[in-house]
């Protein structure tokens, strides 16, 4: 199947979501559609498509309804690193600000790095060929590598109120799940890591606090994801999941921008080598100094790939209750083979 | 490894605990004493009456959230049904002064006995949140003094909402 072929599956699953959902607030329309939440309450969607900030799920349930009700909203989101963009588009929909579902659809074309590297294996290719040892699959074409997952997410509301409960200290509390799957089988053994599908399961905590107009969350998220999962679950020692701390903090300047700042812990699950595994033999990288070489030589000295945690800091507008824009610069460090990958990232959210 | 144990315990915690505080948020918001004030989390800066024009400033404020409500269709309905807006323009001037920490007596209902019988949604309720702070643009109270008052009134939705 080629690259056309595949980009038309994907936007035509996506166009069948958006149809399904603009269903059901058709028949919603009858009285169950509710957009009464007050400006900015609903958040925006974050990369794995959940509401919240832009990288941390909140204990908030995505879109403008109330309890009275459901609302839903589309989003995409686009990340430009040095050796990376990532396009991140999906819809969510919350019920009676109670459940929120989502579905977010991640392409990540990789750029030159990976072309790098795919030329570099097509040669090491060439040379086992001569040897007559069966090809590498390596999941790394010489030329667009493009990473995909498909991202799946449920949240519940389990008690607390976010942003009316001032005279005490009880957050508003979520608990919720994502299943994430990498279609990229191949380039992830490459890669290390151990499974290309994965669930996690987080909870949140959110707070308003109105005197200093600023917001607090707290999450945890149970998983063993590296990069998200954009490379894959775990790594050579198996597919260990965690709890990793996550945080966000912004400051309301007006009832329609929001500013502040995320970090989410990421583990070094990948810190190591590059898996190449011909025919049953595995050449992993610390035991072929002479592939490693090979592939060093062809691609300069950073073939690590430890993982740093993420950081951004971020603008949001909510020009109407139908339109939010959330620009960031995003501090994501190592990616795989590329160091100091920070960039900007832009994010609209429309509400329906 | 400590980090994620420290939060296993602490979500498992959290979970035990949340019942006592569930069903400690539906606890009622009394009117709070004269000089005190809400009592928020981080409090009530003590000069934010005087910051929002004293007590004449907070009338101003107040006859333009009822401007602003009465012209808002989502919920106008229900206050010109009533009849009773001099009264709650005049309350509700107190009552803002009252939530501030002044020195000001308030002579109306509880917030229960005032809304417990009138069905109000959260929808609606937010809806006067939103007409609040098209009244705190009007008057060019700053967005972070407007959410003075707004900490100070949030925990009556306890009880003014009620379906
Ligand atoms: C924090 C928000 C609110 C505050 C501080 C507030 C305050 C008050 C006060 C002080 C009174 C007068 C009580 C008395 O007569 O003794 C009142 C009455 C009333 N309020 Fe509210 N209120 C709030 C929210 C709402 C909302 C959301 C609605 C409806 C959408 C509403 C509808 C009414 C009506 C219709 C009355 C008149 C009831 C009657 O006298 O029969 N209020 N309110």
Same mark, same amino acid.
């Given at each position: 199947?080629?690259?056309?072929?595949?980009?038309?599956?994907?936007?035509?699953?996506?166009?069948?979501?958006?149809?399904?959902? *603009?269903?059901?607030?058709?028949?919603a329309s009858a009285g169950i559609y509710n957009d009464g939440k007050v400006l900015a309450t609903g958040g925006v969607s974050m990369t794995d498509g959940a509401g919240g900030g832009g990288i941390t799920p909140w204990a908030t349930i995505t879109g403008y309804e109330t309890r009275d009700g459901i609302n839903g909203d589309i989003h995409y989101t686009y990340v430009h690193l040095p050796s990376y963009d990532l396009n991140s588009g999906g819809v969510a929909v919350g019920l009676w600000d109670r459940v929120e579902l989502s579905y977010t659809n991640d392409s990540l074309p990789t750029g030159s790095t990976y072309d790098t590297v795919g030329l570099a294996t097509t040669t090491v290719n060439t040379a086992l060929g001569g040897l007559g040892v069966s090809a590498l699959d390596t999941g790394i074409e010489p030329f667009n590598t493009t990473v995909r997952m498909n991202v799946f997410g449920a949240k519940v509301r389990v008690f607390g109120e976010a942003i009316y409960d001032s005279d005490n200290l009880i957050p508003q509390v979520a608990v919720g799940a994502f299943y994430k799957v990498n279609s990229n089988k191949a380039l992830l053994k490459t890669l290390g890591a151990d499974k290309s599908k994965d669930f996690e399961i987080y909870a949140s905590v959110t707070k308003i606090f109105f005197p200093i107009s600023t917001l607090i969350n707290?999450?945890?998220?149970?998983?063993?994801?590296?990069?998200?999962?954009?490379?894959? %679950?775990?790594?050579?020692?198996?597919?260990?999941?965690? %709890?990793? %701390?996550?945080?966000?903090?912004?400051?309301?300047?007006?009832?329609?921008?929001?500013?502040g700042a995320e970090y989410a812990m990421h583990k070094n699950n990948l810190d190591g080598a590059l898996n190449l595994k011909v025919a049953g033999l595995n050449l992993d990288t610390t035991n072929n100094p002479v592939l490693a070489?090979?592939?060093?030589?062809?691609?300069?000295?950073?073939?690590?790939?430890?993982?740093?945690?993420?950081?951004?800091? *971020?603008?949001?507008? *909510?020009?109407?209750?139908?339109?939010?824009?959330?620009?960031?610069y995003a501090m994501l460090g190592n990616i795989v083979l590329t160091p100091h990958q920070d960039g900007y990232y832009i994010s609209l959210q429309a509400s329906f | 490894m400590k980090i994620s144990r420290l939060m296993f315990a602490g979500l498992a915690s959290l979970c035990i605990a949340a019942p006592a505080l569930a069903a400690e948020t539906t606890e009622t918001a009394p009117i709070p004493q004269e000089g005190v004030g809400t009592e928020t989390y981080p409090g009530i800066p003590s000069d934010t009456i005087e910051k929002l024009g004293g007590p004449a400033g907070i009338k101003i404020i107040v006859d333009d959230l009822f401007y602003y409500i009465l012209d808002d269709n989502r919920i106008n309905q229900l206050f010109i049904s009533h009849g009773k807006v001099e009264r709650q323009k005049a309350l509700n001037t107190e009552l803002v002064q009252l939530v501030l920490g002044g020195h000001k007596q308030y002579e109306g209902a509880s917030m229960s006995a005032a809304h417990g019988d009138l069905g109000i949604t959260l929808t609606q309720f937010n809806a006067v949140v939103e007409d609040a702070y098209l009244a705190f643009e009007k008057a060019r109270v700053p967005y972070s003094v407007a959410n003075q008052i707004i900490a100070g009134l949030a925990p009556f939705e306890r009880d003014i909402v009620t379906r």
């Amino acid at each position: 199947m080629n690259r056309r072929t595949k980009n038309k599956r994907a936007i035509g699953r996506q166009l069948s979501v958006l149809a399904a959902l *603009f269903a059901v607030s058709g028949a919603a329309s009858a009285g169950i559609y509710n957009d009464g939440k007050v400006l900015a309450t609903g958040g925006v969607s974050m990369t794995d498509g959940a509401g919240g900030g832009g990288i941390t799920p909140w204990a908030t349930i995505t879109g403008y309804e109330t309890r009275d009700g459901i609302n839903g909203d589309i989003h995409y989101t686009y990340v430009h690193l040095p050796s990376y963009d990532l396009n991140s588009g999906g819809v969510a929909v919350g019920l009676w600000d109670r459940v929120e579902l989502s579905y977010t659809n991640d392409s990540l074309p990789t750029g030159s790095t990976y072309d790098t590297v795919g030329l570099a294996t097509t040669t090491v290719n060439t040379a086992l060929g001569g040897l007559g040892v069966s090809a590498l699959d390596t999941g790394i074409e010489p030329f667009n590598t493009t990473v995909r997952m498909n991202v799946f997410g449920a949240k519940v509301r389990v008690f607390g109120e976010a942003i009316y409960d001032s005279d005490n200290l009880i957050p508003q509390v979520a608990v919720g799940a994502f299943y994430k799957v990498n279609s990229n089988k191949a380039l992830l053994k490459t890669l290390g890591a151990d499974k290309s599908k994965d669930f996690e399961i987080y909870a949140s905590v959110t707070k308003i606090f109105f005197p200093i107009s600023t917001l607090i969350n707290l999450t945890g998220r149970y998983t063993s994801a590296n990069q998200t999962g954009l490379v894959g %679950f775990g790594g050579p020692d198996g597919n260990h999941r965690t %709890f990793r %701390f996550e945080g966000s903090i912004a400051y309301l300047l007006n009832k329609g921008t929001a500013i502040g700042a995320e970090y989410a812990m990421h583990k070094n699950n990948l810190d190591g080598a590059l898996n190449l595994k011909v025919a049953g033999l595995n050449l992993d990288t610390t035991n072929n100094p002479v592939l490693a070489g090979a592939l060093s030589t062809l691609t300069g000295p950073t073939l690590s790939q430890k993982e740093s945690d993420w950081r951004d800091a *971020f603008i949001a507008f *909510f020009p109407s209750k139908n339109l939010s824009i959330t620009m960031a610069y995003a501090m994501l460090g190592n990616i795989v083979l590329t160091p100091h990958q920070d960039g900007y990232y832009i994010s609209l959210q429309a509400s329906f | 490894m400590k980090i994620s144990r420290l939060m296993f315990a602490g979500l498992a915690s959290l979970c035990i605990a949340a019942p006592a505080l569930a069903a400690e948020t539906t606890e009622t918001a009394p009117i709070p004493q004269e000089g005190v004030g809400t009592e928020t989390y981080p409090g009530i800066p003590s000069d934010t009456i005087e910051k929002l024009g004293g007590p004449a400033g907070i009338k101003i404020i107040v006859d333009d959230l009822f401007y602003y409500i009465l012209d808002d269709n989502r919920i106008n309905q229900l206050f010109i049904s009533h009849g009773k807006v001099e009264r709650q323009k005049a309350l509700n001037t107190e009552l803002v002064q009252l939530v501030l920490g002044g020195h000001k007596q308030y002579e109306g209902a509880s917030m229960s006995a005032a809304h417990g019988d009138l069905g109000i949604t959260l929808t609606q309720f937010n809806a006067v949140v939103e007409d609040a702070y098209l009244a705190f643009e009007k008057a060019r109270v700053p967005y972070s003094v407007a959410n003075q008052i707004i900490a100070g009134l949030a925990p009556f939705e306890r009880d003014i909402v009620t379906r």
